[in-house]
Antibody, heavy 120, light 112 residues
Framework: EVQLVESGGGLMQPGGSLRLSCAAS????????VSWVRQAPGKGPEWISVIYRNGNTYYTDPVKGRVTMSRDNSKNTLYFQMNSLRPEDTAMYYC??????????????WGQGTMVAVSS | QSGLTQPPSVSAAPGQRVNISCTGTSSNIGAGYAVHWYQHLPGTAPKLLIS???NRPSGVPDRFSGSMSGTSASLAITGLQAEDEAIYYCQSFDISLGFSRVFGGGTKLTVL
């Protein structure tokens, strides 16, 4: 059974940084593209970043320049570092895997999410 | 921001059929990109329900089906069951938003 477990969320200060983790079991993350999707309260999900099998990353405009994705293959864990936090970054953050390998493929597996609240 | 438009809520009685629409534009659904559907119970992991070409992952009953026409897509659920009460999201790909995956705002299905 595939499981993705996010951690690292909480109450953050504006201007601060966060580091989220996504620990995977039942699937090898280095063999697939893994994304972060966030969902602000009352809004639909928003795709914000992806790390591909070859290690290349892509970030969408709302987070570009503030986010770094990385992975530790030995721990089968994905990391998400975001700097210069803003109140509008408040959201539930999910990691999600698309086993198809292209941007057009669906997210086959999701974690339960970790909540990030940015407020002073 | 949500690139696709869904009705905020729909409701129907057990055993009935319900359709959930997902309206896009010529830069996403209208460009022929696949639409995927997810089922989400808050507090749990979202679940892939329907993927490209109306494929259902293993374990998803055939009561769920997807279709596309022009710039819109639709999720149909027949023989509604109480356990179907959840939030449903559509997702596609948009060439105008930096080649980005886009989601709908979600539709809350209430089984009366």
């Amino acid at each position: 059974e595939v499981q993705l477990v996010e951690s690292g969320g909480g109450l953050m200060q504006p201007g601060g940084s966060l580091r989220l983790s996504c620990a995977a079991s039942g699937i090898t993350i280095s063999r697939h593209s893994v994304s972060w999707v966030r969902q602000a309260p009352g809004k639909g999900p928003e795709w914000i970043s992806v790390i591909y099998r070859n290690g290349n990353t892509y970030y969408t405009d709302p987070v570009k320049g503030r986010v770094t994705m990385s992975r530790d293959n030995s721990k089968n864990t994905l990391y998400f570092q975001m700097n210069s936090l803003r109140p509008e970054d408040t959201a539930m953050y999910y990691c999600a895997i698309a086993t198809g390998g292209t941007t057009h493929d669906p997210f086959d597996f999701w974690g339960q999410g970790t909540m990030v609240a940015v407020s002073s | 921001q949500s690139g696709l438009t869904q009705p905020p809520s729909v409701s129907a009685a057990p055993g009935q059929r319900v359709n959930i629409s997902c309206t896009g534009t010529s830069s996403n659904i209208g460009a022929g990109y696949a639409v995927h559907w997810y089922q989400h119970l808050p507090g749990t992991a979202p679940k892939l329900l329907i993927s490209v070409n109306n494929n259902r992952p293993s374990g998803v009953p055939d009561r769920f089906s997807g279709s596309m026409s022009g710039t819109s897509a639709s999720l149909a659920i027949t023989g509604l069951q109480a356990e179907d009460e959840a939030i449903y999201y559509c997702q596609s790909f948009d060439i105008s938003l930096g080649f980005s995956r886009v989601f709908g705002g979600g539709t809350k299905l209430t089984v009366l």
